[in-house]
């Protein structure tokens, strides 16, 4: 999926500038990505395609919302790890394997490590990540590229693995680009008109109230306006 949309924004691009070249000057060019959930992980694998290289210098702002960076280590809901389990345990699904860093018997050879060794962020003006701690969906520290407390008392391989992966990713966030905005936020929703269901207690309710309410990108694009411009 990743190829397939790296193919869609060349083809966008190489649109826009053919028309451009046809019709008058283009001044600049700004690429941004919003993604939500899984779709952050297939935006940043499109974005290391080698057909992306000649178009990484028109990358503007990202926002990730929800998004799984480091995987599902050392994620802490139980009821949703279970669910991973058996889906695993019986689908055999390629995207499950990939995300709980099973895909390959040696950590080091998974597809997110691999991924994070990739310069996917590196280019970006802006980079704002949103996360929940009602979303039970994905560990928090993973949509927020940061250190967990597993993490930091794990001596074993998996605890190195994992920390290789976290250093990547903040190294490209602190790379040498000039005036990069980079920020986290937290979303907090109310959820107590949904009462007590298997939603709220899984924490797929605030994963799904990401797409479901706008409020906080529209505060977002109105208290930081030039990041979208």
């Given at each position: 999926m990743g190829q397939r949309l790296a193919q869609e924004v060349v083809s966008f691009v190489k649109r826009k500038m053919d028309k451009v070249s046809r019709h008058g000057t283009l001044r600049n060019i700004k690429l941004s990505f919003v993604g939500h959930s899984i779709g952050n992980v297939i935006i940043r694998t499109a974005l290391a395609?080698?057909?992306?290289?000649?178009?990484?210098?028109?990358?503007?702002?990202?926002?990730?919302?929800?998004?799984?960076?480091?995987?599902?280590?050392?994620?802490?809901?139980?009821?949703f790890n279970s669910g991973?389990?058996?889906?695993?345990?019986?689908?055999?699904?390629q995207c499950i394997?990939?995300?709980?860093?099973?895909?390959?018997?040696?950590?080091?050879?998974?597809?997110?490590?691999?991924?994070?060794?990739?310069?996917?962020?590196?280019?970006?003006?802006?980079?704002?990540?949103?996360?929940?701690?009602?979303?039970?969906?994905?560990?928090y520290h993973s949509a927020r590229i940061e250190l967990c407390q597993g993490a930091s008392w794990d001596y074993s391989k998996k605890g190195?693995?994992?920390?290789?992966?976290?250093?990547?990713?903040?190294?490209?966030?602190?790379?040498?680009?000039?005036?990069?905005?980079?920020?986290?936020?937290?979303?907090?929703?109310?959820?107590?008109?949904?009462g007590?269901?298997?939603?709220?207690?899984?924490?797929?309710?605030?994963?799904?109230e990401f797409l479901e309410t706008d409020i906080f990108a529209r505060f977002i694009m109105w208290s930081f306006p030039e990041l979208f411009r």
């Open positions: 395609e080698s057909s992306m290289e000649p178009y990484l210098r028109y990358l503007h702002t990202y926002v990730s919302i929800s998004g799984p960076h480091l995987g599902y280590l050392y994620s802490s809901n139980s009821l991973l389990w058996i889906l695993k345990k019986f689908k055999g699904t394997h990939q995300l709980t860093l099973t895909d390959d018997p040696d950590l080091q050879n998974t597809f997110f490590y691999k991924l994070c060794k990739q310069k996917t962020l590196d280019n970006f003006q802006n980079i704002i990540l949103l996360s929940s701690p009602q979303d039970g969906y994905v560990p190195k693995v994992f920390l290789e992966m976290l250093n990547e990713c903040l190294d490209q966030i602190r790379g040498p680009s000039e005036g990069r905005v980079f920020m986290r936020c937290d979303v907090n929703f109310d959820t107590s008109n949904q007590r269901n298997l939603n709220t207690i899984i924490g797929r309710a605030a994963h799904i």
